[in-house]
């Protein structure tokens, strides 16, 4: 048998076969070279960043009178402090007018973290896509705040989808608390119209193990709570085909809740950007019908779930904290009408205050919920800050103390 090696060889002059190895293991070689230096100007981007983050938010607290919780990075209580928050930091190159300041947020973020002593904070829109920002924050957040425990969806993504997700879900979880397991899962179904079907939204969850009370003897012993984070599909419900998606996902939630809460009858927590309007329009103390077919199938559609383990029922805790009125949780305005953050929104942009945030509860059957605080939490920027934007999103955050105690 006539080898190719031995036909190439034979056929092509010596000199010609030798120049054309030798540009092979140039292109190789200098294509190696690019992949060391592309590599090392990522972590030097990753270690200024994170340097950064801390920095900057140690100065702010400090400037803040606030220097006192630089140290108060370890749980002294017994109840769950948890924030949930679209940061709105897109990945590099997207902004709404050139610069969105997304470095000079996240620091402001990890200070007001630090400052109003969170245990467990759950973050959208922290992509991890295109630079190494989300794994900066996570570093700078545990070596500053105490949050040596963290969480996220995937990247790259996982999973084979039509059209193929590029972008990670965005989602992050920094807990105090110490995390006993970590799943997800990844909506099968998005909305071509928009970028999020280029993007792997989903659920992430986290087991964390805290304190429960036994009322009988006032003994404080380990639980665990099952926290589902997720960011759902964007977009206006009139929009031809939204309603439909973030109802499959909705569905797709709730059995994965199903999954991972159910059969361990655990303490249950849903926390994100819903991107489901919660208000009939403008009407803050009247339930959207979007909103009343969600908590419908969280708490037991049998589209959501045929054989459930478990009938949820949960309940809207900021709602309930706010005399049972949506409250604003994205575009708002100040009291002349006007964009209460500029900066953050297209110039020409129209926009309808919203409700889209969520933090919503079903203790189970042998666990009660009492919550101690539950409100939104704008993050505005304090008077004597010179910095562009005024408030670190273009959502409002959403914060929720809470106290378990075994029934």
């Known amino acids: 048998m006539v080898h190719l090696y031995s036909v190439v060889r034979d056929t092509l002059p010596l000199k010609a076969f030798d120049e054309s190895s030798k540009g092979v293991a140039f292109a190789l070689a200098l294509l190696g070279f690019a992949i060391v230096a592309c590599s ?26 606030a220097e006192g919780k630089l ?6 209580r017994q109840s769950l402090r948890l924030l949930s928050y679209n940061v709105f930091v897109r990945p590099p190159g ?9 470095d000079e947020r996240l620091a402001r973020l990890l200070a007001q973290l630090v400052r109003l002593d969170v245990d467990v904070v759950a973050l959208q829109e922290l992509f991890r896509f295109g630079s190494p920002r989300q794994r900066a924050f996570v570093w700078a957040a545990c070596r500053l705040g105490g949050y040596r425990y963290s969480a996220a969806l995937p990247y790259p993504p996982r999973g084979w989808h039509w059209p193929p997700r590029i972008l990670d879900g965005g989602v992050t979880v920094l807990s105090r608390l ?30 964390l193990r805290m304190p ?3 009322p009988s003897t006032g003994a404080v012993h380990p639980g665990k709570v099952a926290l589902f984070a997720t960011h759902a599909q964007a977009g206006n419900a009139s929009y031809p085909g939204i309603r439909v998606i973030r109802r499959k996902q909705l569905q797709q939630l709730a059995r994965f809740v199903q999954e991972e809460a159910g059969e361990g009858i655990l303490p249950a927590i849903i926390c994100g950007d819903l991107n489901l309007n919660g208000m009939d329009g403008d009407l803050a103390d009247r339930d959207s019908s979007e909103y009343t077919e969600m908590m419908s ?4 559609d049998a589209d959501a779930s045929a054989k459930p383990v ?8 900021v709602k309930e904290a706010n005399d049972h009125r949506h409250p604003v949780t994205v575009d708002a305005v100040t009291a002349e009408g ?25 203790p189970g059957p042998r666990v009660s919920c009492r919550v101690l605080a539950a409100r939104v939490e704008p993050f505005i920027l304090d008077s004597w800050d010179t910095a562009p934007f005024r408030q670190l999103s273009d959502h409002d955050a959403i914060f929720v103390e809470m106290e378990f105690t075994e029934s």
């Open 212 to 214: 429960f009370h036994e």
């Open 94 to 102: 997207i902004s709404a007018r050139g610069n969105d300041f997304k």
């Open 71 to 76: 140290g108060a990075t370890h749980l002294r």
């Open 310 to 317: 478990r009938v949820f029922r949960f309940r809207d805790l």
């Open 338 to 362: 006007t964009p209460r953050e500029p900066l953050l929104i297209p110039a020409k942009a129209r926009k309808q205050p919203k409700r889209l945030d969520y933090i919503l509860c079903d």
């Open 178 to 207: 110490p995390v006993e397991r970590v799943a997800f899962t990844t909506y099968r179904s998005a909305h071509w119209h928009y970028i999020d079907c280029l993007v792997a939204k989903g659920v992430l969850c986290v087991h």
């Open 40 to 65: 090392l100007l990522y972590w030097i981007w990753f270690w200024r960043l994170q340097r950064y983050y801390e920095d900057a938010a140690r100065a702010y607290l400090i400037r803040a009178n």
């Open 297 to 300: 199938i969280l708490n037991g």
